[in-house]
């Protein structure tokens, strides 16, 4: 009863975790946070954002050794698609794992924030950060995508309980998946993610899942605050990726 009591109690905690920002940058004067991402929550997403229509192999070379991780596409064409992207573009390459919570229980590690190629930042004033395209010189959004089991079609927008929909989903938060952060706006994730460090079934549905580790969660296991991505590539299933 006492563990059940303690998880409930710190769930809104872990929550805030992996929402993108934090009041430490928000009192900040020496990084501007980006432009605010849409309110309006989408029913179906911009035609012209990247599609995985698939599955894809990407490996990530980490300070602590090498994980490889299966992109979903299948089942989280968007989500997945944005992530391929900016693997693609080189977007994580150098860039640092900011966030890391380990107790009182395992949780999660996160990283991805492009403001984190500047090595003189700390890591009280990452967490804002955005991909911003370079052809239209603004930030890139995606907006919250679930597919709930046994349905054909993803929810866009907003989470299944908002939805009104009570069944799981499809791609759910167990050791090793990995998902994307964002803020409590449902259509902010851009490129910061995070993977699971344990079983998380209080975030299933309400963030977007959108691949598993399938080698190296021991490598992960390693992760510290600081610690950067040396490079991430794909090996395998490039050609899914529509743009």
């Known amino acids: 009863m006492y563990a059940k009591i303690r998880s409930w109690i710190l769930m809104p905690i872990a929550i805030g975790i992996l929402f993108v920002g934090g009041c430490a940058l928000q009192a900040s004067t020496e990084t501007a946070a980006p ?63 900011h966030r890391v919570v380990r107790t009182p229980e395992p949780f999660v590690v996160q990283g991805g924030d492009p403001n984190s190629k500047d090595t003189s930042l700390p890591t009280s004033q990452l ?70 460090l344990a079983d998380l079934p209080f975030l299933d549905g309400s963030y977007a899942v959108f691949g ?5 969660m021991d490598v992960v296991d390693e992760i510290q605050q600081g610690d950067r991505i040396v490079s991430a590539k794909v090996t395998s299933g490039s050609e899914n990726l529509k743009k």
């Open 35 to 97: 432009p605010p991402p849409p309110t309006i929550s989408q029913t179906q997403p911009d035609e012209s954002l990247p599609r995985l229509d698939g599955k894809a192999t990407v490996e990530m070379v980490t300070d602590k050794g090498t994980v490889t991780l299966e992109v979903d596409g299948t089942n989280a064409p968007i989500t997945a698609g944005n992530f391929v992207d900016l693997v693609q573009r080189g977007v994580y390459d150098g860039l640092m794992f």
């Open 127 to 196: 967490g804002m950060g955005s991909f911003v395209d370079p052809d239209t010189k603004l930030p890139r959004y995606i907006p919250l995508e679930i597919l709930p089991e046994g349905q054909d079609n993803p929810v866009y927008g907003r989470t299944l309980p908002e939805a009104g929909i009570s069944e799981p989903p499809k791609l759910t938060h167990r050791r090793g998946s990995v998902a994307m952060a964002r803020s409590s706006l449902p259509d902010s994730a851009s490129a910061q993610f995070y993977f699971a």
């Open 212 to 216: 598993y580790v399938t080698e190296g």
